[in-house]
Each structure stands twice: as structure tokens, then as C-alpha cells.
């Protein structure tokens, strides 16, 4: 399964940037996608990078702050998380998608081989 890391507590306004290495995968196989939970509230999706990275998918609420990148030959994928704010408090996932393609809703279903989560704080 995939390994978070990089989360920590972080004043509103920061950044950090996780990382999700997925050993044991060919990752160029696989779409990735980054999910968090924030205390208290379900899964949701965050972002989603295609196999070939050439194709994105954000939900609304992290367009223009957060960025999805991924290097294959590290089996790593990262998420750059700008301006953060309070909301984005909670714990962060990747998951690997059996397909090349993100699918066009962040529904759990479509993704497997989750990873156990990193933590982001962001509080003053």
C-alpha cells in the first residue's frame, strides 16, 4: 500500500508539500488521487492526477492553491498545499486507480490500495 508523509502543523497562509511513495507499483499504470478527512466529517476527494499526469481533476475548493504532481521513476506523487487554511485541517490520503484516467466523480469506490494517511493542522 501506498506511505503518506509530509503533513504537520501549519500557521493559515502556509504550505507543505506531501508526498505519497508507492512502492512494489508500477505507478505509471495507475491514476492517483489525493483525498483528506477533516475531523468529524467523511472522505472526500481533493485531486487526482492521470497516469501519463498530463490530465488533473480539483474539486473547487483547492483550485489555485493546491497542485498535484508526480514522478514515476521515484514511485512518488506529491501534493503541494498553498495557502492553507483552517478548513483544510484534517488527514490527508492517496489512493491508486486502476486506470489511466481520474474518474469524473471522487467517489471512494473508484480507488483502491489506500494509503494510512498523513496529518495536517493548520491553526494559528
Known amino acids: 500500500q501506498p506511505v503518506e508523509s509530509g503533513g504537520g502543523l501549519v500557521q493559515p497562509g502556509g504550505s507543505l508539500r506531501l508526498s505519497c511513495l508507492a512502492s512494489g507499483y508500477k505507478l505509471d499504470y495507475y491514476a492517483i488521487g489525493w483525498f483528506r478527512q477533516a475531523p468529524g466529517k467523511e472522505r472526500e476527494g481533493v485531486l487526482c492526477?492521470?497516469?501519463?499526469?498530463?490530465?488533473?481533476r480539483y474539486v473547487d475548493s483547492v483550485k489555485g492553491r493546491f497542485t498535484i504532481s508526480r514522478d514515476d521513476a521515484k514511485n512518488t506523487v506529491y501534493l503541494q498545499l498553498n495557502t492553507l487554511n483552517a478548513e483544510d485541517t484534517g488527514v490527508y490520503y492517496c489512493?491508486?486507480?486502476?486506470?489511466?484516467?481520474?474518474?469524473?466523480?471522487?467517489?471512494?469506490?473508484?480507488?483502491?490500495?489506500w494509503g494510512q494517511g498523513t496529518r495536517v493542522t493548520v491553526s494559528p
Open positions: 489512493a491508486l486507480r486502476g486506470f489511466d484516467s481520474c474518474p469524473s466523480t471522487f467517489d471512494l469506490a473508484y480507488f483502491g490500495s
Open positions: 492526477i492521470s497516469s501519463s499526469g498530463r490530465s488533473t
